[in-house]
Nanobody, 124 residues
Framework: QVQLVESGGGLVQAGGSLRLSCAAS????????MGWFRQAPGKEREFVAA????????YYADSVKGRFIISRDNAKFTVTLQMNSLKPEDTAVYSC?????????????????WGQGTQVTVSS
């Protein structure tokens, strides 16, 4: 049974930082590209960042480029999203996802497995 479990969310002031982690189990982690998505209340889910199977390829949404960093540890089955210079508009539920078919994917429909999400709230 595949499980993706996010942690690290919380409340932070604008300009602050948070580090999200996603722990994977039940899959051959190094065979999956990983991504982070977010969904704010009343809005559609949006792509945040993706990382390839080996970690050498990354891709970011324009809205987070230069502020967020995605990384992975294939030995520990984890993917991390370091979020810096947070803004109130970054407030959302953040979810990680795993995709076995592509090296990188920005579309939610490409992903095979999803975590439940962790809430990030940025106060102004």
């Amino acid at each position: 049974q595949v499980q993706l479990v996010e942690s690290g969310g919380g409340l932070v002031q604008a300009g602050g930082s948070l580090r999200l982690s996603c722990a994977a189990s039940g899959l051959t982690f190094s065979a999956y590209a990983m991504g982070w998505f977010r969904q704010a209340p009343g809005k559609e889910r949006e792509f945040v960042a993706a990382i390839g199977r080996s970690g050498s390829l990354t891709y970011y949404a324009d809205s987070v480029k230069g502020r967020f960093i995605i990384s992975r540890d294939n030995a520990k089955f984890t993917v991390t999203l370091q979020m810096n210079s947070l803004k109130p508009e970054d407030t959302a539920v953040y979810s990680c996802a795993a995709d076995v078919d592509r090296e990188l994917a920005v579309y939610a429909g490409s992903y095979d497995y999803w975590g439940q999400g962790t809430q990030v709230t940025v106060s102004s």
